[in-house]
Structures are given as C-alpha cells and as structure tokens.
C-alpha cells in the first residue's frame, strides 16, 4: 500500500508563492511518473503537472506554464510543486498522484492509481 501526503499549502495573496511537498511511502518511487492536479470548488479535477521518474523531463498545463514548477527528490521520495505568481483563480486543493502509464504525458484522472489526500491552497485578490 502506497500513501501519498501533501503538505505545504496555505493562504497567500496574490502574486506570492508556496511550496507544495508529496510524501511518498514505499521503496519504489524513483520507478514512477509523479503528477500534481488540483480540485477548485464546483470544479473538476484538473491536471497541473508531472515530472519524469528521473526527474529530468516535465509537461505542465498551459494555466501554470512559467509560475509553476514541479521536481523531485527520490532520495526523499518527495515531489514538489513550487507555485510563484500566484492569481485568485490558482485558489483549490491540490493533490499529488503516482502515474501508471509510465508516461510523461498523462493527463487524466484514470492514469494515477494513488492519490493524497490534498491541501488547500487559497490565494486571495
């Protein structure tokens, strides 16, 4: 059993930044594609970003493009999502998920198998 758990979220206003942090359990997180969504209120679940097992490669949507930025520490088995020029429209829960596909580009929900449990991020006008 794999848990996943965020951390790092908070009320910022907007133009500031957070840094999110993804926990993971188990040996083998180096062996998987990390992803980062995020769930406002009355919304679906959208994809933010996801970053290559090595942590060399990323995709981020085109709502994050340039603000955020998504690493890892497989040393730690931690993800991270540093969050910079944050809008009001940035305001949801974040999670972090473990991709399945081994693919860099999975954007859908059906493609993560383990997902935390989220943190609230807020960002204020």
């Known amino acids: 059993q794999v848990q996943l758990v965020e951390s790092g979220g908070g009320l910022v206003q907007a133009g500031g930044s957070l840094r999110l942090s993804c926990a993971a359990s188990?040996?083998?997180?180096?062996?998987?594609?990390m992803g980062w969504f995020r769930q406002a209120p009355g919304k679906e679940r959208e994809f933010v970003a996801t970053i290559s097992r090595s942590g060399d490669s990323t995709y981020y949507a085109d709502s994050v493009k340039g603000r955020f930025t998504i690493s890892r520490d497989n040393a730690k088995n931690t993800v991270y999502l540093q969050m910079n020029s944050l809008k009001p429209e940035d305001t949801a829960v974040y999670y972090c998920a473990r991709d399945i596909t081994v693919r860099l580009y999975s954007v859908r929900l059906d493609q993560y198998d383990y997902w935390g449990q989220g943190t609230q991020v807020t960002v204020s006008s």
């Open positions: 188990g040996r083998t997180f180096s062996t998987y594609v």
